[in-house]
């Protein structure tokens, strides 16, 4: 069993700053492809970064495009999401999904392992 685990989320004013982490551990598979996805209250789960094995493949959603960075250090088996400009819509319940894999995809039913998530408050 791999397992994920989320932190670094917290309270945060409008224009500020947070990084992610999702450390992945447990039984260890050779690759993997990693993705962020986030959950505001009475909606569904969404797409906001990925990325392959190697970190050379990156995708955003474009909402989030030019203010998140997706990244990951293998040797730790930790992968990053930095996030810039917060705003209030940025507010959700976030996510990392891992898929043995070396590819990176946007859709969450491709993920086969999952952390319990980290709240993220972005306030005005």
């Known amino acids: 069993q791999v397992h994920l685990v989320e932190s670094g989320g917290g309270l945060v004013q409008a224009g500020g700053s947070l990084r992610l982490s999702c450390a992945v551990s447990?039984?260890?598979?050779?690759?993997?492809?990693m993705g962020w996805f986030r959950q505001a209250p009475g909606k569904e789960r969404e797409f906001v970064a990925a990325?392959?094995?190697?970190?050379?493949?990156?995708e955003y959603a474009d909402s989030v495009k030019g203010r998140f960075t997706i990244s990951r250090d293998n040797a730790k088996n930790t992968g990053y999401l930095q996030m810039n400009s917060l705003k209030l819509g940025d507010t959700a319940v976030y996510y990392c999904g891992a898929k043995a894999d070396s590819g990176y995809y946007r859709s969450s039913g491709t993920y086969d392992y999952w952390g319990q998530g980290t709240q993220v408050t972005v306030s005005s």
């Open positions: 447990g039984r260890t598979v050779s690759y993997y492809a």
């Open positions: 990325i392959s094995w190697s970190g050379s493949s990156t």
